[in-house]
Nanobody, 119 residues
Framework: QVQLVESGGGLVQAGGSLRLACAASGRTFSSYFIGWFRQAPGKERELLGTISTGGGNTDYADSVKGRFTISRDNAKNTVYLQMNSLKPEDTAVYSC????????????WGQGTQVTVSS
């Protein structure tokens, strides 16, 4: 089992940067793909990107491609989301989630952290 806790959210001005962390507990963290999601008020949850078990493979949604970067440090049981050139439309609750490397659905979720981008 994996427990996930996000941190690093807050208020930032448009054009600024923020780094979120997803800290995990559990012995099998390195066996999971980690996805970053966000959900804005009145909007459906959006998958922002995914990082593979070893961190060697990432993919991103078009809405954040070129601005956001996902990385992981399995020794620290932590995955990061570096967000640059933030826009007001990036305002949302950001969550990380884990899925087994051979699975297709995310089964463990963090509580989320609020990111607010002011114009």
């Amino acid at each position: 089992q994996v427990q996930l806790v996000e941190s690093g959210g807050g208020l930032v001005q448009a054009g600024g940067s923020l780094r979120l962390a997803c800290a995990a507990s559990g012995r099998t963290f390195s066996s999971y793909f980690i996805g970053w999601f966000r959900q804005a008020p009145g909007k459906e949850r959006e998958l922002l990107g995914t990082i593979s078990t070893g961190g060697g493979n990432t993919d991103y949604a078009d809405s954040v491609k070129g601005r956001f970067t996902i990385s992981r440090d399995n020794a620290k049981n932590t995955v990061y989301l570096q967000m640059n050139s933030l826009k007001p439309e990036d305002t949302a609750v950001y969550s990380c989630a884990a899925r087994w490397y051979s699975g297709r659905d995310y089964v463990y979720w963090g509580q989320g952290t609020q990111v607010t981008v002011s114009s």
